[in-house]
């Protein structure tokens, strides 16, 4: 199969866990929907194109930093003893809040959507995208260090292949549970890392009625576990391209 690759680099980001908000904490790589949020975004299209998304890379150290936080109840009027803004009338408190930071961030992502019209398309696109790319949040800026089309095929290699030191991926369970993928086991575990059920898209249901609508978000998620040190197993068939990486598509 045809893919893009894409090798970029950010200076500080958060990925915002969706359960986290006094302490925006974030993931160690972005979740698939923030990828393609990115790929929609730079292709400037307004509908769902159908991908599949591979993610690793590493990070240097996490920081916190401080942000300014506003919050208000719907309806709720002004209290001067307990509002810091008054907007016509309504009440808004204003405070401090902690966001979590990755720092000197190292992606690599492969991309595959599935028609194959848009492989160049969206390559095209990511060479000359139509504003500064953002991954993360709308101020987490992105150098795309490297963009090219390459094949993605299934092989059975005769050695161990391992990422690329000191990086970490996020595998879909499925790999686990079909013994393809290795980690380095410990107290008796057999897999060591961290298992998180990550977005991937979403579809729009109304939950209401026609003449008074509810519409909200409805996800499709994806079981996976962020590990390191892993290997890819000899004698078992997976996913590598051209150039001799692994790719974990989901």
């Known amino acids: 199969m045809r893919g893009i690759r894409l090798k970029l680099s950010q200076d500080m980001v958060n990925y915002k866990k969706p359960a986290s908000f006094q302490l925006k904490e974030t993931y160690p790589l972005p979740p698939y929907s923030t990828v393609i949020g ?3 975004n730079i292709c400037g299209y307004t509908e769902y194109h159908p991908m599949k998304i591979s993610v690793q890379g590493k990070y240097f ?26 907007v016509t009338g309504y009440g808004i408190s204003r405070g401090v809040a902690t966001t979590e930071l990755l720092v000197d961030v190292e992606l690599l992502l492969h991309i595959v959507p599935e028609a194959e019209e848009d492989v160049q398309e969206i390559y095209d696109w990511l060479l000359r995208p139509l504003e500064y790319p953002s991954l993360g949040r709308r101020e987490d800026l992105t150098v795309f260090e ?3 089309i390459v094949e ?11 990422l690329e030191k000191g990086y ?12 393809y993928v290795e980690t380095r086991a410990v107290d008796g ?17 109304n939950f209401g009625s026609d003449k ?5 978000r409805s996800w499709e998620t994806v079981d996976v576990l962020y ?5 890819m197993k000899r004698k078992k068939p997976f996913y590598v391209d051209e150039l001799g990486t692994c790719v974990f598509l989901a």
Do not use: W
């Not at 919050?71 to 002004?78: A, C, L, Q, V, W």
């Not at 993605?152 to 391992?162: K, Q």
């Not at 590990?227 to 290997?231: C, E, T």
């Open 38 to 40: 990115m790929i929609h």
């Open 61 to 86: 150290s996490k920081v916190n930093d401080l942000f300014t936080r506003y919050e208000f109840k719907n309806g709720m009027t002004y209290d001067e003893k307990r509002h810091q803004l008054n």
């Open 146 to 148: 490297e963009v090219r």
């Open 152 to 162: 993605i095929n299934e092989e059975v290699a005769g050695y161990d292949l391992e």
């Open 168 to 179: 970490g991926a996020y595998i879909p369970v499925s790999y686990l549970m079909n013994d």
């Open 189 to 205: 575990l057999e897999y060591s890392g961290t298992c998180y059920k990550l977005n991937k898209n979403y579809r729009l249901s």
């Open 212 to 216: 008074a609508p509810k519409v909200f």
């Open 227 to 231: 590990g390191r040190d892993i290997q």
